[in-house]
């Protein structure tokens, strides 16, 4: 049963011409294309439709946050709120208290446009979110016993998959219930998406640190401002705000190795910088260098209540080594001053162009959900508003390509060493002389013909490697990360003993060796796979 859109009679849209989208409209995934490639993966256009699923009467919706903060949060509630209300005429609308728990523990909130007519302005998330607490049956059982049959999910890579879970029990009991995601990450590691509300704010809001440590690093003699960001796995705040900023003189992020010691080392560069300027500044995402830390302290992993492992404090870290450095050296005396912003960064209100992409991300969201649409997120891809289904936005991480135009314009704006050695270079010259055609990570999965290849201990297959993998492997064989030996197959094995190195690895194995032929082995006893 459907029924006309009740948006046709408001006085705002009646006049838009081709207000409603087409049911065929589509998003392409990838917007630049070869000639003759094929046409790819695309997305529902998101929009109001002519017709509705849902009567506004019979409409009862919740929103629940999940996860860590971010800017815009009570942006995008309060617009779910005022789309449900001023666009369908929906006024049963309950806010689920602290996350995913709250759903079996807690009592709901009322929410309505006077309840959330001034939350935007505000950081934070009014309804509460928490880690862990996913309890999927408990959760469809209170959606069910308590008649909701909209069910909006905001939050992070975790979130999704949460309601991925969600969306597939109630699918089993057969409820007409729609159950939509709204993205939420402040360390833009959603894939598919063009990047997640709250981004903006955080890279503008990581200025004010840049710029105090800038001020004290240039006010003394040899001085240096190390700033820690957010960015458990991908670096995406580090290297817009550094970016932006031009203040940066180096910024480390998960997915660019380095090393301290010797030749084209961190502290070769730090003292060189600082014989050139007097002063510099060092940007850091939290998720940096993570292995070196592991190495040198010897602690047990630790978890939070989602099964995030919790990182170490890189920032402090480092700081505390290049301090060691030019003590124990006697090289020169230097002033460093360590700035952690991190949750300053993402408790703020969301900005003014984050507020407007906040609304569109919301209303999409309504607007899909009156429609019938289910187990969708809502989503900017290319520029447009879309519905992504749960499972394209929770396969795989969105990652900082470290051979993309991007990290390059990083590379020339700080001038900082890439930490890769003479030799490394010398083969990365000859791969930019015979190029395979590959330097695009993203290509290398469709592009290159798997074949099932072991990786021999000096018999690596550079030439078919693409340039993230060539420069992972050369760093992972710089850190003595690869073991010997897998000697029936006389290949080379990955033994890996910190876990947080293990998730990084299974994303670039995922993502770009297995895309490039390689066979992967998950332990010493199972044989070779190329899934
Ligand atoms: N695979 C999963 N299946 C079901 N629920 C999950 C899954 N992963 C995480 N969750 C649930 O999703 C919620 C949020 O997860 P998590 O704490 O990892 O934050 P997130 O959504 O990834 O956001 P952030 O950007 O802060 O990391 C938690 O309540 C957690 O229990
Ligand atoms: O301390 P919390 O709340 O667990 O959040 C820390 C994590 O959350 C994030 O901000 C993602 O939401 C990460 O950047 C960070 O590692
Ligand atoms: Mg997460």
Same mark, same amino acid.
């Given at each position: ?151 909006? =999910? ?8 949460? %309601?991925?879970?969600?969306? *597939? ?10 159950? %939509?995601?709204?993205?939420?990450? =402040? ?50 705040? %580090?290297?817009? @705000?550094?970016? @932006? ?17 010797? *030749? ?20 850091? %995402?939290?998720?940096?260098?993570? *292995? ?69 991300? @919301? ?62 270079? @010398?083969?990365?010259?000859?791969? *930019? ?74 994303? =670039? ?23």
């Amino acid at each position: 049963m459907t029924y006309p859109n009740p948006l046709r009679f408001n006085p705002a849209y009646s006049v838009v011409k081709q207000y409603f989208v087409h049911l065929d409209d589509s998003v392409p995934q990838k917007i630049v294309v070869h000639k003759d490639s094929p046409r790819g993966v695309h997305f529902r256009r998101a929009g109001p439709r002519q017709k509705v699923y849902f009567n506004s009467d019979e409409v009862h919706a919740c929103i629940v946050t999940c996860g860590g903060l971010c800017p815009g949060l009570n942006t995008v509630i309060r617009e779910i709120v005022c789309g449900l209300y001023h666009m369908y005429g929906v006024n049963k609308i309950l806010g689920i208290d602290g996350g995913y728990r709250g759903f079996y523990s807690k009592n709901t909130i009322p929410l309505t446009p006077k309840v959330v007519n001034d939350i935007h302005k505000r950081g934070g998330t009014i309804i509460g979110t928490s880690r862990g607490g996913h309890d999927t049956s408990k959760i469809v059982d209170s959606i069910q016993d308590r008649g909701i049959n909209q069910v909006y =999910i905001i939050g992070g890579d975790g979130t999704q998959k949460g %309601a991925a879970v969600i969306y *597939e029990e109630v699918r089993r009991r057969g409820l007409k219930v729609a159950v %939509a995601g709204i993205p939420k990450t =402040i360390d833009n590691d959603i894939p598919v998406i063009d990047k997640s509300f709250g981004f903006d704010t955080a890279v503008e809001e990581a200025q004010r640190a840049i710029n105090a440590a800038h001020v004290e690093a240039e006010s003394t003699e040899n001085g240096v401002g190390v700033v820690k960001l957010m960015g458990r796995y991908s670096g995406f705040i %580090a290297m817009y @705000a550094t970016l @932006a900023s031009r203040d940066v003189d180096l910024c480390l992020i998960p997915e660019s190795p380095f090393y301290l010691e010797g *030749e084209g080392g961190l502290f070769e560069f730090v003292e060189k910088r600082l014989k050139e300027s007097g002063h510099m500044v060092i940007v850091i %995402a939290e998720g940096a260098g993570q *292995e070196l830390l592991a190495e040198s302290l010897q602690s047990a992993d630790q978890k939070d209540a989602s099964g995030n492992k919790l990182l170490r404090d890189v920032g402090l870290w480092i700081s505390h080594k290049i301090k060691e450095h030019f003590a124990k050296n006697h090289k020169m005396d230097i002033t460093l001053k360590y700035i952690d912003p991190t949750y300053m960064i993402r408790a703020i209100p969301s900005n003014a162009s984050d507020n407007v992409y906040c609304t569109l991300l @919301a209303q999409s969201a309504v607007h899909g959900a009156m429609a019938g649409y289910t187990g969708f997120t809502s989503g900017l891809v290319n520029g447009r508003q879309t519905y992504i289904p749960f499972n394209r936005i929770t396969e795989k991480q969105n990652m900082v390509v470290i051979t993309d135009r991007m990290w390059a314009r990083l590379l020339s704006s700080t001038n900082q060493p890439s930490f890769l050695g003479p030799k490394d270079l @010398a083969e990365a010259k000859k791969q *930019e002389e015979h190029p395979t055609g590959l330097l695009d990570g993203e290509n290398c999965k469709e592009d290159h013909q798997p074949e099932l290849l072991f990786i021999f201990e000096k018999n690596i297959v550079w030439s078919k490697l693409c340039w993230q993998c060539y420069l992972f492997i050369k760093a992972l064989l710089k850190q003595k990360l690869w073991k010997q030996p897998y000697s029936d197959h006389g290949s080379l094995l990955l033994v890996l003993d910190n876990d947080f190195l293990k998730g990084r690895v299974r994303t =670039i194995l995922k993502e770009h060796l297995v895309g490039c032929g390689f066979a992967v082995f998950r332990d010493s006893r199972e044989k070779a796979t190329t899934t």
